[in-house]
């Protein structure tokens, strides 16, 4: 075949190892290497315990995922070339991932008018090899895998369905595999394939997609609520567990967890399952009160109990009357307000500031810190009485970087509601940004996340994805390595390394001066020792007294030159 296929290299350059985060990267997706013989017992295994029928059905949609995949660096990839070379990025990116070696035979199509008739000759195909060394030579083409692939991609290039079917199969027996693709529609028996594709359509993606979108919109209670919450790890649902048993009750709950971890939402999730759901909500931070005025701010206060008090005021336990009060930060309530505090949980009845007569309340109690109360306690801060009152059953939060389980449903919940509040349509959140996500701390926790993808979905481009630069833009670059023109890997250029390169040449000196500025640089730093100094640059003893001589005959060559030294 005398086929010649455009450079591979900006394709090539998508695929990204990094043995350190111990993952492979095809653009902004996640790869794996696997091993041919595992996925040949696969085959096998699908084979043997769904069928034929079936196994082919699953392996067909699997190879339609990544054609479906891989059609998207067709657009991304060679957006200025012609729309020959942005197709042959299908079959060149497959040859790079292995499947097989292709050669298009014949091309024919026209994206406007939706025709399409191609032909390709696929060689060494893994599939047809694995499936040869399990079961010998067999009636049918067996390349499912294959075929799903140029399907999914060749559909999503064209924007219409197109179906490939193997006309010839090394698993047949023959010397290669021969694939023909054309629009399900000019197949006399299209109509019968359609099982394999049709659920996953491109077109029916993105219109369930929208639909979702519009059907969070709607459903959408406003952001300051606390609504549902919302986990999967084990240490989530035991403290979520804990929540629903006592919600029913009168007992007073006490919320401990780092800053940030959801602890109001916890006592609104409360709220809403006890029976008092119906009534009043209220909620102070009693951190955020000066000492003075918190007594005023929880009990109330009668008109000129103080300068300043022109009218009586309810406090926020009248408010709350019938329904749940949260006192978030107790822990840093001032000693005065914590014994009156106490009067009221034994007594049941609050008296205003500056009042004489004393009123009936009847509040849940909700508290919440993320400081020690015991060791508050010990250190003089906080009475050991209040403690035990507060202390009857406490429920504890994790932190985030606890729940890692958490960290996906909990960003794509917030995706959805940004995007509604910022009215901005994004499709989703990147494989590689969600591993970043994934990896991260989360000193912040939920409000730290809350922060990072509301600035993503800023960042974001309309109709596109949350990439790991709009989550963590000051990120150094990782080292990367990818594949040279031999294949090989080498060890990729990163940001830090093109900012040099600039300096460098906007610096306007010639290379040989830059290198025997590296090169006394080095000697310098090595004290003269030219052993260290060649460690230092990478190089044998010889190779840099070899260079240290050339730099020094051509000054001698050129004594007309600029000083090496500024
Ligand atoms: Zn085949």
Redesign the pocket.
Same mark, same amino acid.
């Given at each position: 075949m005398s086929f010649k296929y455009p450079p591979d290299k900006d394709l090539r350059r998508l695929l990204r190892f990094e043995p350190d985060s111990g993952a492979i990267w095809l653009g902004d997706r996640r790869m794996v290497l696997m091993h041919t013989a595992a996925l040949a017992a696969l085959r096998q295994d699908l084979i043997n315990s769904v069928g034929t029928e079936h196994a082919r059905r699953i392996l067909t949609r699997m190879g339609y995922a990544s054609g479906l995949s891989d059609a998207e660096y067709a657009k991304k990839t060679r957006p200025g070339e012609s729309v020959q070379d942005s197709f042959l990025v299908g079959p060149q990116l497959h040859m790079l991932e292995g499947a097989a070696r292709v050669t298009p035979v014949k091309i024919t199509f026209d994206i406007a008018a939706g025709l399409f008739n191609a032909d390709f000759r &696929?060689d060494d /195909?893994w %599939? *047809?090899y694995a499936h040869r060394q399990k079961f010998g030579l067999v009636d049918e083409? /067996? +390349?499912w895998t294959?075929l799903g692939y140029a399907s999914g991609y060749t559909s999503a290039f064209m924007g219409r369905l197109i179906l490939y079917k %193997?006309t010839l +199969? *090394? *698993?047949c027996g023959a010397d290669h &595999?021969q694939i023909v693709g054309r629009p399900i529609e000019e197949w006399p028996d299209g109509e019968a394939h359609r099982v394999y594709f049709t659920d996953d359509s491109l077109m029916d993606k993105m219109e369930a997609l929208q639909s979702q979108v519009e059907a969070l919109k709607s459903t959408l209670e406003p952001v300051s609520l606390g609504g549902q919450l919302i986990g999967d790890s084990l240490g989530f649902r035991k403290a979520y567990t804990l929540m629903q048993k006592v919600a029913p009750t009168q007992a007073t709950v006490l919320l401990t967890g780092e800053t940030g971890v959801g602890k109001e939402r916890f006592a609104r999730a409360l709220h809403e399952l006890s029976n008092r759901a119906d009534k009043p909500f209220v909620a102070v931070n009693c951190a955020a009160l000066p000492a003075e005025l918190i007594e005023a701010e929880l009990f109330g206060v009668e008109k000129g109990a103080y300068t300043g008090a022109h009218a009586a005021r309810a406090g926020r336990f009248e408010r709350a009357d019938g329904g749940t009060l949260l006192l978030d930060e107790v822990g840093e309530m001032p000693m005065a307000a914590q014994t009156k505090l106490l009067r009221v949980l034994q007594e049941g009845e609050i008296e205003r500031v500056g009042g004489e007569t004393t009123r009936k309340v009847n509040v849940r109690l909700v508290a919440a810190t993320n400081v020690d109360l015991a060791q508050a306690v010990q250190a003089g801060r906080f009475r050991a009485d209040l403690m035990y009152r507060l202390n009857v059953y406490p429920i504890c939060i994790p932190p985030l970087r606890e729940r890692k389980a958490d960290i996906e449903p909990l960003a794509q919940a917030m995706l959805a509601r940004f995007c509604a509040l910022h009215g901005k349509r994004v499709m989703g959140i990147e494989e590689r940004a969600l591993q970043a996500l994934r990896q991260h701390d989360w000193p912040g926790n939920v409000r730290e996340l809350e922060n990072l993808i509301e600035r993503g979905v800023i960042l974001a481009t309309q109709a596109g994805m949350v990439e790991v630069e709009h989550l963590f833009p000051n990120q150094p670059d990782t080292a990367q390595t990818g594949l040279n023109a031999n294949g090989q890997l080498v060890r990729l250029p990163s940001a830090q390394d093109d900012d040099l390169s600039t300096r460098i040449l906007n610096s306007g000196s010639s290379l040989d001066e830059i290198e025997a500025r590296v090169l006394d640089h080095a000697v310098a730093r090595a004290s003269g020792n030219l052993s260290e100094a060649a460690r230092l640059l990478g190089l044998t003893r010889p190779q840099l007294a070899y260079r240290l001589k050339r730099q020094h005959a051509s000054e001698a060559d050129a004594p007309a030159s600029k000083p090496a030294q500024e």
């Amino acid at each position: 075949m005398s086929f010649k296929y455009p450079p591979d290299k900006d394709l090539r350059r998508l695929l990204r190892f990094e043995p350190d985060s111990g993952a492979i990267w095809l653009g902004d997706r996640r790869m794996v290497l696997m091993h041919t013989a595992a996925l040949a017992a696969l085959r096998q295994d699908l084979i043997n315990s769904v069928g034929t029928e079936h196994a082919r059905r699953i392996l067909t949609r699997m190879g339609y995922a990544s054609g479906l995949s891989d059609a998207e660096y067709a657009k991304k990839t060679r957006p200025g070339e012609s729309v020959q070379d942005s197709f042959l990025v299908g079959p060149q990116l497959h040859m790079l991932e292995g499947a097989a070696r292709v050669t298009p035979v014949k091309i024919t199509f026209d994206i406007a008018a939706g025709l399409f008739n191609a032909d390709f000759r &696929c060689d060494d /195909s893994w %599939e *047809a090899y694995a499936h040869r060394q399990k079961f010998g030579l067999v009636d049918e083409p /067996s +390349c499912w895998t294959l075929l799903g692939y140029a399907s999914g991609y060749t559909s999503a290039f064209m924007g219409r369905l197109i179906l490939y079917k %193997e006309t010839l +199969c *090394a *698993a047949c027996g023959a010397d290669h &595999c021969q694939i023909v693709g054309r629009p399900i529609e000019e197949w006399p028996d299209g109509e019968a394939h359609r099982v394999y594709f049709t659920d996953d359509s491109l077109m029916d993606k993105m219109e369930a997609l929208q639909s979702q979108v519009e059907a969070l919109k709607s459903t959408l209670e406003p952001v300051s609520l606390g609504g549902q919450l919302i986990g999967d790890s084990l240490g989530f649902r035991k403290a979520y567990t804990l929540m629903q048993k006592v919600a029913p009750t009168q007992a007073t709950v006490l919320l401990t967890g780092e800053t940030g971890v959801g602890k109001e939402r916890f006592a609104r999730a409360l709220h809403e399952l006890s029976n008092r759901a119906d009534k009043p909500f209220v909620a102070v931070n009693c951190a955020a009160l000066p000492a003075e005025l918190i007594e005023a701010e929880l009990f109330g206060v009668e008109k000129g109990a103080y300068t300043g008090a022109h009218a009586a005021r309810a406090g926020r336990f009248e408010r709350a009357d019938g329904g749940t009060l949260l006192l978030d930060e107790v822990g840093e309530m001032p000693m005065a307000a914590q014994t009156k505090l106490l009067r009221v949980l034994q007594e049941g009845e609050i008296e205003r500031v500056g009042g004489e007569t004393t009123r009936k309340v009847n509040v849940r109690l909700v508290a919440a810190t993320n400081v020690d109360l015991a060791q508050a306690v010990q250190a003089g801060r906080f009475r050991a009485d209040l403690m035990y009152r507060l202390n009857v059953y406490p429920i504890c939060i994790p932190p985030l970087r606890e729940r890692k389980a958490d960290i996906e449903p909990l960003a794509q919940a917030m995706l959805a509601r940004f995007c509604a509040l910022h009215g901005k349509r994004v499709m989703g959140i990147e494989e590689r940004a969600l591993q970043a996500l994934r990896q991260h701390d989360w000193p912040g926790n939920v409000r730290e996340l809350e922060n990072l993808i509301e600035r993503g979905v800023i960042l974001a481009t309309q109709a596109g994805m949350v990439e790991v630069e709009h989550l963590f833009p000051n990120q150094p670059d990782t080292a990367q390595t990818g594949l040279n023109a031999n294949g090989q890997l080498v060890r990729l250029p990163s940001a830090q390394d093109d900012d040099l390169s600039t300096r460098i040449l906007n610096s306007g000196s010639s290379l040989d001066e830059i290198e025997a500025r590296v090169l006394d640089h080095a000697v310098a730093r090595a004290s003269g020792n030219l052993s260290e100094a060649a460690r230092l640059l990478g190089l044998t003893r010889p190779q840099l007294a070899y260079r240290l001589k050339r730099q020094h005959a051509s000054e001698a060559d050129a004594p007309a030159s600029k000083p090496a030294q500024e």
